[in-house]
Structure formats: structure tokens, C-alpha cells
């Protein structure tokens, strides 16, 4: 399937890194990379660090939870982005459970692109906005999942 022009974006690495900086700040501080998007799936990194660390030797969760919030966000915003009508998209709630110790280069892959255009398509039919869980799973360099984290979307297509 040819990339959308969101996806270009996101995968010029010096283009993306200046959206970053302008749009979302603290994930360009925090070094989270985008490892891969497709409409299906994206995957974004971070890396334990001196920035990202807390006191008990690993990485402090509000960074795993930033990767993890880039990743379905990023399918998210790869929809709507030129849609017509515009439609909105907003984080209305989150849960996570950390299963073990953040250290290292962290991978968090959401695999639910595949039913967002359908959402989209709602929120543009209705007057009232549309929700939707995307979920992300962080993992290890050994594979071990780190952190499982849903995000609640909110999407609803723009008034004139």
C-alpha cells in the first residue's frame, strides 16, 4: 500500500523531529523515536536514560506512558489527517499496568489500525463524538513485555 503523506512526515526523520519539537515537546526532549508507521500498525522507541529515569533504577512510567500514547496516536493522526470534515481526536482516558523494569531501549507496538478508518467514517456521520480503545504493549531488547497501556480516543468530526 503507498505511504499517506502523514506517513512521509513521520518517517522524514529530520521533519518529524522539527513537528516534535513545535507540536510535542517533551517526546522530542525525551528522545521517543518512530520506529515504523503503516496504516495498521505503529511502533515507536525510547531509550532509559538520564532524562527519563526515576529513582529506583529504571525508566519513570509517565515516559513509558508518552511512547506508549505516541504509538496509538500516531494511527490516529495518520486517519485524520487531511480529512474532510476535519475530525478531532482526543486522549479521554488511560490505563496501564508495568509489569517489570523499564531499562534499556523500550519498543511499544500498537497493532489496531485496522479498524480506525471504520471509526473515523462514524464520527463523521454523527453530531456526537465516537470513542475507541487502542492499545499498546511495550517490550524489552529481550522481548519481555515491560508495560501494556489503553488509551480511550475521542473523535469527532469538526463543526463550521
Known amino acids: 500500500m503507498k505511504p499517506t503523506k502523514f506517513q512521509k512526515l513521520v518517517t522524514n526523520s529530520f521533519l518529524f523531529r522539527l513537528f516534535m519539537l513545535r507540536k510535542l515537546p517533551m517526546v522530542y526532549i525525551a528522545g521517543i523515536r518512530v520506529k515504523e508507521l503503516s496504516a495498521e500498525r505503529s511502533i515507536t522507541t525510547i531509550r532509559y536514560k538520564w532524562l527519563t529515569q526515576n529513582p529506583f533504577n529504571s525508566m519513570y512510567f509517565a515516559c513509558q506512558s508518552m511512547a506508549a ?70 517490550k524489552d531488547e529481550k522481548g519481555e513485555v515491560v508495560s501494556e497501556s489503553v488509551f480511550t480516543w475521542s473523535l469527532k468530526a469538526k463543526v463550521k
Not at 482526543?90 to 509489569?99: D, W
Not at 523499564?102 to 456526537?128: L, R, W, Y
Request: glycine residues 10%; positive net charge; hydrophobic residues 40%.
Open 69 to 138: 500514547e505516541l504509538s496509538t496516536g500516531l494511527l490516529v493522526m495518520n486517519g485524520v489527517y487531511g480529512s474532510q470534515p476535519p475530525v478531532s481526536m482526543l486522549v479521554i482516558k488511560n490505563a496501564s499496568v508495568y509489569h517489570k523494569k523499564a531499562v534499556g531501549k523500550i519498543t511499544f507496538t500498537c497493532n489496531d489500525g485496522n479498524h480506525i478508518a471504520k471509526m473515523i467514517e462514524q464520527a463523521k456521520q454523527s453530531t456526537d463524538g465516537v470513542m475507541m480503545e487502542l492499545t499498546s504493549v511495550g
